[in-house]
Protein backbone atom coordinates (compact mmCIF):
# COMPACT_ATOMS: atom_id res chain seq x y z
CA UNK A 1 0.00 0.00 0.00
CA UNK A 2 1.24 3.48 -1.25
CA UNK A 3 1.91 5.97 1.64
CA UNK A 4 -0.29 9.25 1.90
CA UNK A 5 -0.29 12.15 3.96
CA UNK A 6 -3.53 13.45 5.40
CA UNK A 7 -4.23 17.46 4.05
CA UNK A 8 -6.05 20.09 6.12
CA UNK A 9 -6.17 24.01 4.29
CA UNK A 10 -8.10 26.21 6.40
CA UNK A 11 -9.04 29.79 6.93
CA UNK A 12 -10.31 31.86 9.47
CA UNK A 13 -13.51 31.91 7.79
CA UNK A 14 -13.90 27.99 6.91
CA UNK A 15 -11.76 24.63 6.12
CA UNK A 16 -11.11 24.46 2.38
CA UNK A 17 -9.45 20.93 1.69
CA UNK A 18 -9.43 17.90 4.34
CA UNK A 19 -8.45 14.60 2.53
CA UNK A 20 -5.70 12.21 1.68
CA UNK A 21 -2.64 12.92 -0.74
CA UNK A 22 0.66 11.44 -2.34
CA UNK A 23 2.30 15.10 -2.52
CA UNK A 24 1.64 18.44 -1.73
CA UNK A 25 3.69 21.31 -3.64
CA UNK A 26 3.70 24.64 -2.06
CA UNK A 27 4.81 28.47 -2.39
CA UNK A 28 7.09 28.53 0.66
CA UNK A 29 9.07 32.19 1.34
CA UNK A 30 12.54 30.51 -0.48
CA UNK A 31 11.05 28.68 -3.25
CA UNK A 32 8.57 25.77 -3.80
CA UNK A 33 8.24 23.41 -1.20
CA UNK A 34 7.44 19.51 -1.93
CA UNK A 35 5.94 17.56 0.95
CA UNK A 36 5.81 14.09 0.75
CA UNK A 37 5.07 11.05 3.13
CA UNK A 38 7.39 10.86 5.80
CA UNK A 39 8.81 14.48 5.65
CA UNK A 40 11.24 15.72 8.19
CA UNK A 41 8.41 17.62 10.62
CA UNK A 42 8.72 21.27 9.05
CA UNK A 43 7.18 24.85 10.20
CA UNK A 44 7.33 27.55 7.57
CA UNK A 45 5.10 30.58 6.29
CA UNK A 46 4.09 30.52 2.93
CA UNK A 47 3.43 33.12 0.41
CA UNK A 48 0.91 34.00 -2.49
CA UNK A 49 0.40 31.45 -4.95
CA UNK A 50 -0.81 28.36 -5.39
CA UNK A 51 -1.15 24.31 -3.22
CA UNK A 52 -1.18 21.78 -5.51
CA UNK A 53 -2.33 18.54 -3.64
CA UNK A 54 -1.39 15.60 -5.78
CA UNK A 55 -4.25 12.80 -4.98
CA UNK A 56 -3.83 9.68 -3.49
CA UNK A 57 -5.45 7.43 -5.84
CA UNK A 58 -3.70 7.00 -8.93
CA UNK A 59 -5.89 8.70 -11.85
CA UNK A 60 -7.44 11.51 -9.66
CA UNK A 61 -7.74 15.13 -10.51
CA UNK A 62 -5.17 17.07 -8.71
CA UNK A 63 -6.19 19.66 -6.56
CA UNK A 64 -5.18 23.37 -7.25
CA UNK A 65 -6.01 26.20 -4.76
CA UNK A 66 -4.94 29.75 -4.53
CA UNK A 67 -3.78 31.04 -0.47
CA UNK A 68 -2.88 34.59 -0.17
CA UNK A 69 -0.28 33.47 2.57
CA UNK A 70 -0.18 32.37 5.71
CA UNK A 71 1.37 29.04 7.67
CA UNK A 72 1.91 25.18 6.63
CA UNK A 73 2.90 22.80 9.14
CA UNK A 74 4.39 19.27 7.94
CA UNK A 75 4.83 16.10 9.89
CA UNK A 76 5.09 12.81 8.58
CA UNK A 77 1.82 11.72 8.15
CA UNK A 78 0.34 15.24 7.65
CA UNK A 79 0.48 18.71 6.04
CA UNK A 80 -1.92 21.66 7.76
CA UNK A 81 -1.97 25.10 5.86
CA UNK A 82 -3.12 28.41 7.76
CA UNK A 83 -3.95 30.07 4.91
CA UNK A 84 -5.05 33.84 5.48
CA UNK A 85 -7.52 33.81 2.88
CA UNK A 86 -8.43 31.51 -0.21
Known sequence: MAKTLHVDIV??????FSGEASMVIAPGEA?????????????TRIKP?????????????????YVSGGM????PDMVTVLADTS
Open 72 to 75: MEGQ
Open 31 to 43: GELGILPEHTPLL
Open 11 to 16: SAEQSI
Open 49 to 65: GTVRILPAIEGGAEEVI
